[in-house]
């Protein structure tokens, strides 16, 4: 069970590598703000993960925290990326 | 018996976040890498959350992440409309074999009802 989930925590990370890349050259600021929300996504399953791993659930928790942290950044770019031209 | 069927579903979890990521990667603009990702990562997470529930039973661990997918499942729907709507008024164009731009035909009525 221990091998499993660590196989699984590596193809998160793996997963959470494609997204960095999008972060990382991304074209326009768009594409990096649905990265960011996407890693934040991803990462929720690797606290569950990390819940079943070690079998304490205040990795929920911190989860539940993520989560709501990272929905409420996401809005902020969303509205920031509104009033913002983008003139080429 | 719910540990295998827990596995199985985390692993069905755990593939669908890997090909909403590739996704992420190999799509051509922001529009369809947005539709790609947002709905089969949060599909994955929410079948990850779902998996440690039924594999944990229904103690802390579980209904927290029964918690935690209802949220997730809310919010992140919502969170790619802001963001769709935020790249088109950031002026990001659609990809070239393009083919309906709703939107588009939308705003000039609107503009002219102001």
């Known amino acids: 069970m221990s091998t499993f989930i660590f196989v699984a925590l590596g193809v998160l990370v793996v997963a959470s590598y494609m997204c960095l890349y999008r972060i990382g050259c991304g074209p326009t600021a768009p594409d ?57 | 018996m719910n540990e295998q069927i827990g596995i199985v579903i985390i692993v069905v979890g755990l593939l669908f976040d890997v090909f909403g990521c590739i996704g ?23 079948m990850i959350l779902i ?17 935690c997918m209802l949220f997730v499942l809310v919010t992140s729907p919502t969170a790619a409309h802001a963001i769709a709507r935020g790249a088109y008024k950031f002026g990001v164009k659609l990809a070239e074999p393009k083919v309906v731009d709703r939107y588009a035909d939308a705003q000039p009525e609107e503009a002219g009802a102001e």
Do not use: H
């Not at chain 1, 409420?72 to 920031?80: C, E, H, P, S």
């Not at chain 2, 051509?28 to 929410?46: E, H, N």
């Open chain 2, 24 to 46: 992420l990667v190999r799509l051509p603009d922001i529009y369809t890498r947005l539709q790609a990702a947002t709905k089969s990562v949060t599909l994955g997470t929410c």
């Open chain 1, 32 to 88: 990096r703000t649905v990265a960011i929300d996407i890693l934040g996504v991803i990462l929720v399953g690797f606290c569950a993960l990390l819940s079943l791993l070690t079998g304490r659930d205040f990795y929920m928790s911190v989860a539940i925290a993520w989560a709501l942290l990272s929905f409420i950044g996401t809005i902020a770019l969303a509205k920031y990326l509104e009033g913002v031209g983008f003139d080429e």
């Open chain 2, 51 to 67: 998996g440690v529930c039924v594999y944990t039973g229904l103690g802390p661990t579980g209904v927290k992440a029964l918690i």
